[in-house]
C-alpha cells in the first residue's frame, strides 16, 4: 500500500486534530461504510427476492405463466421476464417515462412506482390487496377526474412522467398529483403513460376488460 503525508491531502485544522491522537504514527483510515443497496433497508429488496425464488419455485414444479399471473396478481409479461430472465440490474432512477420503461423491462416497475410515491409524499398502496401492471399507455378519457387544476408548475417536467391510476370500484382515478392530469387534458391529449394498481378483488375483471388493451 502507498502512503501519503497527511499534511499534502488534510485540512490544516483537520491535521491538527489527527495529531493529538496519532502523531508521527502510521494509521489505516477504512472507507466508509459501503450504502445499502435499494430496498435493503426497508426490507423491499428481501420481500421481493422470496416472492421471485416462489415464482421460479412454482414455474419450476410445473406450472404454467397464466397460472403463475393470476396466482401472484402480475402481468404475464412481468412473470415472463422473472422466469425467463437473467440477473437484474437496476436500472437508474428518474422520475421519466424512459427510466419507468427501463424498471418495468426489467420486471421491476412496482420498484420505480414504490420510489416514485414516496418521493412525492404519497403512501404506496397496499401490495397485498392490489395488482400493479407494467407500464402501459392508457387513453385519458377513462380517467373518472372531471377536476380542473389551473395552477400547473413546472409543465415541462410532468409532460415525461407516467401516470398513477388507482382501479377500483371500477372506476380510473389519479392517485396523485392530479395538476399533470388536468395539463395533459389542456394540451388535448389523448393518452399517456401510466401504471395501474388494481384491487384485487377486480383483477380479473380489470384483466378481461383493460388490462389486455392497454398499449406497452
Known sequence: MQYENAKDILPESLLKEVQKYAEGKAIYIPKRTKREGWGEASGYREKL??????????YSSGASILEIAEE?????????????????????????VYSAGQYSNAGLGEEWVRIYLESVGVKVPDGEKYFLSELVKMPLRLIDDDSEVTDVRDEANFRDVPLIILYEGRRFHVICRREHLSMLRKEKKNAHHAFIFARKEEYEYYLKNFGKQFQR
Open 49 to 58: 427476492n422470496k416472492r421471485n425464488g416462489a415464482i421460479l419455485h412454482r
Open 72 to 96: 401472484f396478481f402480475l402481468s404475464p409479461e412481468t412473470i415472463k421476464k422473472i422466469v425467463y430472465g437473467k440477473k437484474v440490474t437496476l436500472p437508474e432512477y428518474s422520475p421519466s
